[in-house]
């Protein structure tokens, strides 16, 4: 019978450089390019949330229906039933954005884009001291419109303001 104490020693030194990879081309080349992926992917992601946060920055809606464009302007109108005031406004909403969010559109905004025999801008910061593109509109019936600034243009190039209604 054999003990336990009877078994050789084995010579470290070897048994760790034979465990040892040695690092080959093709291993050193897998991992430079998944380096590389790594560093383009959150490259990406990187520029995706820049992008989220011009265009948070680009779509500026001021929301207070107290103070601001709408504290005394919008006051008279609002009993009449004009919902963004007296600016022409896109009442069958054909100059809103009513699709998933993307190609410098919002949903609930003046659309960019074409329409049938038309075109729409959207038009920003126009309203309010040249910041906002928008403003929030309070009825007497508790509804709150978005109304947001654009161009409608037709096919002689010429354009008229107009108003994305929207309630929010």
Same mark, same amino acid.
């Given at each position: 019978?054999?003990?336990?104490?009877?078994?050789?020693?084995?010579?470290?030194?070897?048994?760790?450089?034979?465990?040892?990879?040695?690092?080959? %081309?093709?291993?050193?080349?897998?991992?430079?390019? *998944? =380096? #590389?992926? !790594? @560093?383009?992917?959150?490259?990406?992601?990187?520029?995706?949330?820049?992008?989220?946060?011009?265009?948070?920055?680009?779509?500026?809606?001021?929301?207070?229906?107290?103070?601001?464009?709408?504290?005394?302007?919008?006051?008279?109108?609002?009993?009449?039933?004009?919902?963004?005031?007296?600016?022409?406004?896109?009442?069958? %909403?054909?100059?809103?954005?009513?699709?998933?969010? *993307? =190609? #410098?559109? !919002? @949903?609930?905004?003046?659309?960019?884009?074409?329409?049938?025999?038309?075109?729409?801008?959207?038009?920003?910061?126009?309203?309010?001291?040249?910041?906002?593109?928008?403003?929030?509109?309070?009825?007497?019936?508790?509804?709150?419109?978005?109304?947001?600034?654009?161009?409608?243009?037709?096919?002689?190039?010429?354009?008229?303001?107009?108003?994305?209604?929207?309630?929010?």
């Amino acid at each position: 019978m054999m003990r336990f104490e009877d078994l050789p020693e084995a010579d470290t030194s070897w048994l760790r450089e034979r465990m040892r990879d040695r690092p080959t %081309r093709r291993g050193f080349l897998t991992r430079v390019l *998944g =380096a #590389g992926t !790594l @560093v383009g992917l959150g490259s990406l992601a990187w520029v995706n949330r820049g992008t989220e946060r011009a265009e948070a920055a680009y779509f500026q809606d001021w929301t207070s229906t107290t103070t601001g464009p709408c504290a005394t302007y919008a006051r008279d109108h609002t009993e009449q039933g004009i919902q963004c005031g007296p600016s022409p406004m896109c009442l069958d %909403r054909s100059c809103c954005w009513r699709y998933r969010s *993307g =190609a #410098g559109n !919002l @949903v609930a905004w003046h659309k960019r884009g074409p329409g049938i025999g038309r075109y729409y801008l959207h038009r920003p910061d126009d309203c309010w001291q040249g910041i906002y593109d928008s403003w929030h509109w309070k009825f007497s019936d508790g509804n709150t419109w978005r109304c947001s600034d654009g161009w409608t243009c037709n096919a002689n190039g010429s354009c008229t303001p107009t108003i994305c209604p929207w309630i929010v």
